[in-house]
């Protein structure tokens, strides 16, 4: 009975190399060198030299490939921003015009009311507002009424509006003193 249970075992470990030894051969490549990198041991300059060269195109393109897509994701970020600044800046130009139309239509209105009052109420009215838009109403009426207006006004208001006007006509105001 011993001598059954060696004779499998030898087979059992004969079949098992035999079974390493045929998986190994079916693997592709198993037994296959590395020729894409130079042997280690006896190298010489000349063969490392020339394995460098013939690899150094083939670098070159993977550095100019990963560059390609660097750049082109970039160009699609800074893409997505312009688009989101152009929306808001349309938004913005809507905005800034609906807010002209209305300080326009509400200038007419406030300069109407203006006209229609009598010289006294009106200056009464406009010693009370800011000093600009009291003077930029009173550019806006007829020469005639204006006057009536600023007479009736304290001095020292019809002056601080009588400048501002001045200056509101002069080209140089906006400009910086040299």
């Not at 280690?40 to 394995?51: L, M, R």
């Not at 690899?55 to 550095?63: K, V």
């Amino acid at each position: 009975m011993m001598n059954i249970d060696r004779l499998l075992g030898r087979s059992r470990n004969a079949l098992l190399a035999t079974a390493a030894v045929a998986s190994m051969l079916a693997m592709p490549g198993a037994f296959a060198q590395d020729v894409t990198a130079p042997p280690a041991g006896n190298a010489s300059a000349d063969e490392i030299q020339q394995f460098c060269t013939n690899i150094a195109d083939a670098a070159r393109d993977q550095r100019y490939v990963l560059q390609r897509k660097e750049l082109e994701t970039l160009q699609s970020n800074v893409d997505e921003r312009i688009a989101t600044l152009e929306k808001r800046r349309e938004e913005y130009e809507d905005w800034l015009k609906r807010r002209n139309d209305f300080l326009k239509q509400a200038e007419t209105g406030l300069v109407g009311i203006y006209k229609t009052m009598k010289p006294d109420a009106a200056a009464g009215k406009l010693e009370m507002v800011r000093p600009e838009i009291a003077a930029a109403i009173v550019m806006r009426l007829p020469p005639r009424q204006s006057s009536l207006i600023l007479s009736e006004m304290s001095d020292e208001k019809a002056a601080l509006l009588t400048n501002i006007i001045s200056s509101a006509s002069d080209p140089n105001t906006s400009k910086e003193p040299s």
